[in-house]
């Protein structure tokens, strides 16, 4: 049986629960904005010609970008109210320039086993795990999907367990450097 809560950073732990409700309003903002940008540029078409397609480009874009978003937020939503939030060590590395190769290992700690995550977010998302030496964890992370939060609970980064095993043995080596 996992612990529920680990009594160590209940500040935190109510955090994570504002940094969805955060990542879900930014997510709606995102899909809205689309929904209202799409139809003016195909408007514009007519009239300024690219512009009108750069705009309806870009509110296609912020539609699925931030319907995704939704769709993750309610998955770390269900997640979270079913296992609720653990606390777990944790090691992250990033191999390659730009935005490289992410890959977050949770340690074996006693009561979970090691578990290896690919880290499905830009870089500007998953720039917020380096240097964490635990993270909050919510969700079964040897099942397909898992999400995580920094320790102060301002970014939840939904994660995914690599399916072959020549990449989870990739992703292994990356996070532990070797």
Known sequence: MRPILHQGNLCGLMNATAGLREYRRRAATAAVAGVVAFPIGGLLIDN???????VAVFGTMGFVFGSVGL????RVGRLASRDGWRKR???FRVVGAGNGQPALLLTDDGVEPEAVLGVA???F????LNGAEWLWVTGDPLSRFAAVATPDGAHVIVVKRPILPWWRER??????ST
């Not at 300024?48 to 750069?54: E, Q």
């Not at 769709?71 to 309610?74: F, P, T």
Request: aromatic share 8%.
């Open 171 to 176: 992703l292994w080596r990356i996070a532990t």
């Open 121 to 123: 977010t830009t870089v």
């Open 125 to 128: 998302r998953w720039g917020a």
């Open 71 to 74: 769709v993750r937020a309610a």
């Open 89 to 91: 060590m944790a090691l």
């Open 48 to 54: 300024v010609g690219a512009v009108g397609g750069a």
